[in-house]
Structures are given as structure tokens and as C-alpha cells.
């Protein structure tokens, strides 16, 4: 039997934009307007210096 419907296990694994790696990311817009997808020890660090929105 063939599959054709692959289960997608953790789809939101992506790489974030600031480490690189490959991480369970949710996505901010900061002050700027600008969309970045940030794991989550990377939004502590960068929360600490600008505003992030969670979109
Ligand atoms: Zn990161």
C-alpha cells in the first residue's frame, strides 16, 4: 500500500532567523514592521531589546 499522505510531525520546526537552527519557532513582527521566526531562547534574547508582536 503506498502512503500518500506523509504525517507531517512538527511542521513548525523551521530555521530560526537569528541562530540558524533548526528550532520550534513562532513568528514576531518587531517595531519595524518586519516578520522573523525565532526559537524560543532567541526571542528571550532579543525581547530584551525590542519589542516583538506575536503574530
Ligand atoms: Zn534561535
Known amino acids: ?4 499522505f506523509v504525517k507531517k510531525e512538527d511542521k513548525l520546526v523551521q530555521k530560526c532567523s537569528r541562530c540558524k537552527q533548526e528550532k520550534k519557532l513562532i513568528f514576531y513582527a ?9 526559537c524560543q531562547s532567541c526571542r528571550k534574547e532579543v525581547g ?3 519589542e516583538l508582536f506575536p503574530i
Open 1 to 4: 500500500m503506498r502512503k500518500w
Open 30 to 38: 518587531n517595531n519595524f514592521g518586519v516578520v522573523r521566526g525565532l
Open 48 to 50: 530584551d531589546k525590542e
